[in-house]
Nanobody, 123 residues
Framework: VQLQASGGGLVQAGGSLRLSCAAS????????MGWFRQAPGKEREFVAA????????RYAGAVKGRFSISRDNAKNTVYLHLNSLKPEDTAAYYC?????????????????WGQGTQVTVSS
């Protein structure tokens, strides 16, 4: 599975972005999908995940209520909607695929990774 993340950019605090993760090479309809982020000098951290059918989602405490993960299996794509952005959300955002359909929150649970898309939030 190849994953291509896009949609990052520079936005002011309080603004919104929508990140997309397009998969190719294999259908991801049976895979759980996740988003992680990594700021300079910090560990890669869990942001959000969604089960294979979209029926279950989970969020990191720092983004709960502001970010929303969704998927369109017909398009082989997963989305992360970022609202009420804060400067501390600045990071490279990575999408990942897990061959098991249930949610994982640790990065080692995910076998496939995209290249990352940069989100920068100015104050």
């Amino acid at each position: 599975v190849q994953l291509q993340a896009s949609g990052g950019g520079l936005v002011q605090a309080g603004g919104s972005l929508r990140l997309s993760c397009a998969a190719s090479g294999r259908t991801i309809s049976s895979y759980a999908m996740g988003w992680f982020r990594q700021a300079p000098g910090k560990e890669r951290e869990f942001v959000a995940a969604i089960s294979w059918d979209g029926g279950t989602t989970r969020y990191a405490g720092a983004v709960k209520g502001r970010f929303s993960i969704s998927r369109d299996n017909a398009k082989n794509t997963v989305y992360l909607h970022l609202n009420s952005l804060k400067p501390e959300d600045t990071a490279a955002y990575y999408c990942a695929a897990r061959e098991i359909g249930t949610i994982g929150v640790d990065r080692w649970e995910y076998a496939y990774w995209g290249q990352g898309t940069q989100v920068t939030v100015s104050s």
